[in-house]
């Protein structure tokens, strides 16, 4: 097991299963696009354009032949994530993140700006480490053993901003 093959693999399993989370809701990802301003026919294009392309990333950082392609497209898809970050706090407005399409309600802000940098630094260091790893060259146990563990940090992470979200809103009865 190296860190950069498992990092590599973690992030394409991060743009996957987000691509594909929004894929199942489209419209909320056109809303998104047109509260940050982007015109409601390009918004439409964009709702199956921003996660067909994270899933084209995913699947480009599967193999060492394409890994730069991925990590540029990356690197693209997170300066989208910035932009649309910024303008939600520059409009001073709650705008929905769709981050992870229907799963969670979430809002563009600070807390998703923490997000996009861990995205960008696990992304820069794939690229300077430049130690690309295939799909087809891990072996399996490796394989498995980065899929349980990704699959571990992103339930974690769900887990933690569950308890945050329900501390920070408590119900009264």
């Given amino acids: 097991m190296s860190v950069p093959s498992f990092i590599q693999m973690g992030l394409a399993m991060i743009f996957g299963l987000t691509g594909l989370l929004k894929l199942y809701s489209p419209s909320s ?9 982007i015109p409601k026919p390009l918004s439409s294009a964009g709702a199956w354009l921003v996660p067909l392309l994270e899933i084209l990333t995913a699947g480009l950082l599967l193999s060492s032949a394409t890994v730069w392609i991925g990590e540029i497209l990356a690197f693209c898809l997170i300066g989208g994530f910035i932009y649309a970050i910024f303008m939600a706090l520059y409009k001073k407005e709650q705008i929905q993140c769709n981050c992870f399409g229907k799963l969670r309600d979430e809002y563009l802000g600070w807390g998703t700006i923490l997000r996009v940098v861990v995205l960008l630094v696990m992304n820069s260091y794939i690229t ?6 295939s799909l087809a060259a891990i072996k399996w146990e490796d394989l498995v053993l980065y899929l349980l563990s990704w699959a571990g940090i992103l339930g974690l992470y769900l887990i933690v901003q569950f308890i945050i979200s329900a501390l920070s809103n408590p119900q009264t009865d």
Avoid: D, F, R, S
């Avoid at 300077?128 to 790893?133: R, T, V």
């Fill in 29 to 37: 990802m056109k809303n998104t696009l047109i509260a940050i301003g």
């Fill in 128 to 133: 300077i480490a430049n130690h690309p790893a």
